[in-house]
DNA sequence: GTTGTGACGGGTC
DNA sequence: CGACCCGCCACAA
């Protein structure tokens, strides 16, 4: 048992995200709960270093309130659009710069 | 060891 | 619905 929080951590993400079905989104805080911690903040930031950019869709995880959040780095601007244009390729209903909650996948309630 | 900040979350105004 | 604030954990300087 680490002393510390969790040396892992980012890695655990990735993993999950690689779990996350085609056509369908998850949150920060999912991810987060489902590490069983509520890191939600590191989440994103593992995810923003993402190594696995080719292994996992990390596009596919969006905020809770259903924004895209940011992507490759970025807040905002085409990088984000364009993940919302993957969303929407992939079958998930993009609204302005939010996702159908429909179709966020809880991975824990 | 301390400080600051972030691809966040939820609550409040 | 938008803006603001506080709290959360992990990580870099």
Known sequence: MPKTTSPNFAEK???LC???P???VTTYG???RALHTKAYRAVG???KCNPYAHGVPCHRVVRSDGSVGGF???TEGKEVEEKIKMLK???VRVE???VDLKNVMRIKV
């Open 18 to 20: 690689q779990k996350i």
């Open 45 to 47: 930031q593992a995810l």
């Open 96 to 98: 302005k710069y939010k």
């Open 13 to 15: 993400v990735y993993a």
């Open 89 to 91: 390729k992939e079958g």
């Open 30 to 32: 999912a991810i987060a």
């Open 22 to 24: 085609r056509g369908k």
């Open 72 to 74: 490759k780095g970025k």
